[in-house]
């Protein structure tokens, strides 16, 4: 029975595609997907939200890594699990159990996107058809906050990230991504607002204010990406989709496609490296992007984000100032159908992936953990799956990545997150959904 399983799970990843939302992904052709087609910030909550001054464009990439994976099922005995500097001399071995967590659920939502803790251990948590709500994690009880702007909803379309300003505490501000419609096109938004609370467990936004926007807007509903994240100086970082249309990932005219970075107010950074382009070209920071639902600073405050391949070909990418990530030029998946796209070992020119996936994980939503609740976890990625339904743990050797470990949920994974106490929080993407504390077993 365990084979069967197996086997069953495999054929299910070969046939389901990496798109971030299975009912809704283009009919698997090549055809049809090219038609589809300043002051000291609080202390770190999470490793998406803020992080050391970024250095990612002063890195220099490391020799390019062939495709990092691990077994796709997780056993039931203890894993045993290196840990140590790196340096000569032995290294420490740790036994810690299989799964190293518990999982606890704590609340229930309506199709969840994104979730972020606020400085008195509540969390905010979008659901996709638009409403932000207010979770306190103690007790599971759930409020609303009322106020947030109208957004389409529809494919993978919806209300999106929420992140807060790193200087929440002086100035209550928050940032959500979502989508919008103008006549038959779409494109995502980010907006910032005043977060005010009330006694009875909900609040409500005021002073909303449009930060960026997708140029152009374009039809079809997949490929927002649209995930945030603060670094440690104030800038403020968006992932850009190519919404299912190719070619914008490699025209500067657009801002599809691409890793966007931001002053806090939307402002253009005048050290961006496309800066003296103008219009929308000065706001990228990488272009060559396909679907990215993951965005996470290391402790280094070195950048990095996944993005969705085609049929094959999830990636994990350390990004660098002024790269190009290849997309779609080359890609290490094929078009759905089957149609080969050149591999990116034919174009050294172009940034290839530190880690990459086939079959395919479809990842969504990424923490680099900082905690001390597990200390074997410390300096590795968690990832959550989509398609694989599962955990996907990633553990970094200097700039280079391996998955180490697959955790299976049972559940596609919307969003992971950490938590003030160190433990790792989840979202399901159901409906319902819900949120999943994971500690330590006793």
């Known amino acids: 029975?365990?084979?069967?399983?197996?086997?069953?799970?495999?054929?299910?990843?070969?046939?389901?595609?990496?798109?971030?939302?299975?009912?809704?992904?283009?009919?698997?052709?090549?055809?049809?997907?090219?038609?589809?087609?300043?002051?000291a910030p609080p202390p770190i909550l999470s490793t998406r939200r803020a992080a050391p001054p970024v250095r990612a464009g002063d890195s220099a990439p490391a020799a390019m890594t062939p495709a990092a994976r691990a077994p796709a099922g997780a056993t039931s005995r203890a894993a045993d699990v290196?840990?140590?500097?790196?340096?000569?001399?032995?290294r420490r071995r740790v036994v810690e159990p299989d799964p190293p967590f518990v999982r606890t659920p704590v609340a229930t939502f309506n199709q969840p996107w994104a979730m972020t803790f606020l400085p008195d251990g509540r969390a905010l948590v979008t659901?996709?058809?638009?409403?932000?709500?207010?979770?306190?994690?103690?007790?599971?009880?759930?409020?609303?906050?009322?106020?947030?702007?109208?957004?389409?909803?529809?494919?993978?379309g919806g209300l999106g990230d929420v992140i807060l300003h790193p200087n929440f505490a002086g100035n209550r501000r928050i940032y959500l991504s979502y989508i919008e419609r103008s006549g038959s096109n779409y494109g995502a938004v980010v907006v910032h607002a005043r977060l005010e609370l009330d006694?009875?467990?909900?609040?409500?936004?005021?002073?909303?204010?449009?930060?960026?926007e997708q140029v152009p807007k374009v039809t079809g509903q997949g490929h927002f990406s649209h995930r945030l994240a603060f670094d440690?100086?104030?800038?403020?970082?968006?992932?850009?989709?190519?919404?299912?249309?190719?070619d914008p990932a490699q025209d500067m005219g657009t801002n599809l496609g691409k890793i966007i970075r931001l002053d806090e107010d939307g402002s253009v950074p005048a050290d961006n490296p496309f800066f003296a382009q103008g219009g929308v070209a000065a706001q990228v920071w990488t272009l060559g992007h396909r679907n990215m639902l993951g965005i996470a600073f290391d402790a280094q405050g070195r950048l990095w984000v996944h993005e969705m391949g085609p049929e094959g070909g999830d990636e994990l990418n350390l990004i660098l100032r002024g790269r190009n990530y290849g997309w779609p030029l080359v890609s290490n998946g094929n078009h759905y159908g089957g149609a080969p796209i050149p591999g990116h070992s034919t174009r050294p020119d172009l940034e290839a992936p530190k880690a990459w996936w086939?079959?395919?994980?479809?990842?969504?939503?990424?923490?680099?953990?900082?905690?001390?609740?597990?200390?074997?976890?410390?300096?590795q990625a968690f990832i959550g799956g989509l398609a694989s339904q599962a955990l996907i743990?990633?553990?970094f050797d200097g700039t280079n990545a391996t998955e180490h470990r697959r955790y299976p949920m049972g559940q596609r994974i919307r969003e992971?997150?950490?938590?003030?106490?160190?433990?790792?929080?989840?979202?399901?993407?159901?409906?319902?959904?819900?949120?999943?504390?994971?500690?330590?077993?006793?």
């Open 1 to 39: 029975m365990r084979i069967s399983l197996a086997s069953l799970a495999l054929a299910f990843l070969l046939v389901a595609g990496c798109d971030d939302d299975v009912e809704d992904a283009p009919a698997k052709t090549a055809a049809s997907e090219a038609t589809a087609t300043a002051a």
């Open 82 to 90: 290196e840990r140590g500097t790196g340096g000569p001399g032995p």
């Open 127 to 156: 659901e996709k058809a638009g409403q932000l709500k207010l979770v306190d994690v103690r007790t599971g009880s759930i409020g609303t906050v009322s106020g947030v702007p109208a957004v389409a909803v529809g494919g993978q």
């Open 199 to 212: 006694t009875a467990g909900g609040g409500h936004l005021s002073q909303v204010t449009r930060v960026w």
């Open 232 to 246: 440690a100086s104030g800038k403020l970082w968006i992932t850009s989709g190519d919404r299912q249309k190719f």
């Open 358 to 379: 086939t079959p395919v994980i479809a990842p969504s939503g990424m923490i680099i953990y900082s905690g001390d609740l597990f200390p074997t976890f410390r300096g």
């Open 393 to 395: 743990r990633v553990r």
């Open 416 to 442: 992971v997150e950490q938590g003030p106490d160190g433990a790792i929080w989840l979202l399901e993407d159901a409906n319902p959904g819900r949120l999943l504390k994971l500690t330590p077993p006793a």
